[in-house]
């Protein structure tokens, strides 16, 4: 229940779905997290419920993409808890869209949001982090097979495996892990895969273990990932989709 006693956190698009997961989890862990959100009021909600259990917790509202928030943001966090021991790069966007039809504003929103930003707040953290901090990516199983009407997302997700790995490589003298996951099927606002029953029947289908994940089981492989436990794991996508992509 104390694995990150005293680390503090910073987890991006943690207002709902997996990054809210990751927050709680971490905070159970006794870590002080930082709830970021570009929707200030869910990330205040999420850093409320961590703050009800005894545990230490801010929101800021941060627009991933943009460098001048995301630079408060980690200024804002080494304001109030002293350090950046662990930075979670979640905020991700997947609108559905035919690639004949996709316009240029849709491929650079969904490459900005979720590829720019990371290099971003990578940036940024590498610069105010110690020996001993991690950086965790949320990928995608789109980062290893194909998705219709997602290219420009498989695109920006694979994009972020081939930055972890040189990360990793260029942060491995600061003793900066930097590692990411690959999600597959999560249970989650954005993904709203329980809504439709056909959909989610054709879904778990493809899944071995035979269910849809949930938010818990992306945070407690980030979880790992943060820890000291995994110190000597870096520039490495940890897979974690109940069997989908080994088929
Ligand atoms: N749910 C899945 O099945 C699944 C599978 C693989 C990977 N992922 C990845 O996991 C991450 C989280 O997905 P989710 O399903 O929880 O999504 P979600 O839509 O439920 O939540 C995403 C959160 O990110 C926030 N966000 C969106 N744009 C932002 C921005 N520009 N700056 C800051 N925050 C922003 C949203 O406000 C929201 O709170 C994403 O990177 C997604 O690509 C999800």
Redesign the pocket.
Known sequence: MDRLKNKVAIV??A?????RGIALRLAEESCFVVV????EA?AQKVADEIKQSGKKSIAIK????KKMEVDNLIDKTVENFGALDILVN?????PYKPFLEMAEEDWDKVLS??LK?VFLSSQAAAKIMKEGSKIVD?????SLVAFPQLAHYCAS?GGMNGFVRALAVELAPKKINVNAIA????N????GQSSDEGIKKQTISMIPLGRIGE?EDIANAVLFLASDEASYITGQILTVDGGWTIK
Request: glycine content about 18%.
């Open positions: 991006t698009g207002g709902q779905g997996i990054g970021s959100d570009i929707d869910n941060c627009d991933v993409s979640n905020a991700g966007i997947f949001v979720n930003s949320i990928s995608s199983i789109a997700k999600p597959g099927a999560i989650t606002p954005g993904a938010p």
